[in-house]
């Protein structure tokens, strides 16, 4: 089904690939295979087999889908994609978020959980409960309100006058670094370390963790390094810790 220009179409079931070319609103739920948007959409709950595709802006209440791709803005009351979504500019989910794999470029926003297989977000990540995945990689900002929990998390941070703030952490391999223009610079952390800053209210608790610029009240690991430009309030620790210098530590301890 082809959709043209600017109008109203009645929800239903579609068993076919629906085009909307311009400004449509469904009036009900959706159901179709695949849904193309040229433009903008606007709906109530959509379920697809396939996928969606949206080159503009999209507008939902619950969003089902085998995959997603968005290149302008999306936002939904709620979102799962079975398997990949990929999205280039702005995504605002009101509450939760569940997706396979998945990939931003500019902002992510939820209201709720995160679940995912593994993501990479490149600009924003802002979650107000938890994030839980295999395997995530911020670069940019990041702001959870609740727990980071991955099997692998990895956030890295550029230049700014900045505050990360996460709630706490826990994972397996856990490393949060200084990043300038795809390369480490021990000379930038050194001179730019003060503006920028991820700051974990409770603590960090992992096998494998390696940190720069970040304050936390207690750090708790098998295998801990502190680098530049921490304030560390307590490390417990297993088998090795190293603090190197400009890093500052109230007290550490092996367990």
């Not at 089902?64 to 791709?69: D, M, Q, V």
């Not at 409770?202 to 390696?210: M, Q, V």
């Not at 417990?236 to 550490?252: R, S």
């Amino acid at each position: 089904m082809k959709i043209s220009g600017n109008g109203r179409v009645n929800g239903g079931v579609y068993n076919e690939e629906i085009f909307v070319s311009g400004s449509s609103v469904f009036e009900g739920d959706v159901s179709c295979t695949e849904l193309n948007v040229s433009g903008s959409v606007n709906t109530k709950n959509v379920k697809c087999e396939k996928e969606i595709n949206i080159s503009g802006s999209g507008k939902f209440e619950e969003v089902k889908t085998g995959k997603l791709s968005v290149s302008g803005s999306f936002s939904a009351d709620s979102l799962t994609v079975a398997k990949d979504m990929k999205t280039s500019g702005s995504c605002k989910v009101r509450k939760d978020l569940c997706a396979a794999n998945a990939q931003f470029s500019g902002s992510v926003q939820t209201g709720g959980n995160i679940k995912f297989g593994s993501a990479s977000v490149a600009g924003k990540l802002e979650c107000k409960k938890n994030v839980e995945a295999e395997d995530i990689t911020v670069t940019g900002r990041i702001y959870v309100d609740g727990l980071l929990n991955a099997e692998n998390v990895v956030i890295k941070f550029g230049y700014g006058a900045f505050t990360n703030r996460i709630n706490s952490i826990g994972g397996t391999n856990i490393k949060i670094v200084y990043y300038k223009d795809g390369k480490f610079d021990l000379r930038d952390v050194i001179f730019d370390h003060g503006n920028v800053m991820t700051k974990v209210e409770e603590s960090i608790e992992g096998d494998n963790i390696f940190l720069q610029n970040t304050e936390c009240p207690l750090v708790v690991g098998k295998n801990v390094t502190v680098s530049y430009g921490c304030k560390i309030g307590k490390i417990q620790y297993y088998d090795k810790c190293e603090i190197k210098e400009d890093a500052i530590v109230g007290k550490k301890e092996k367990i």
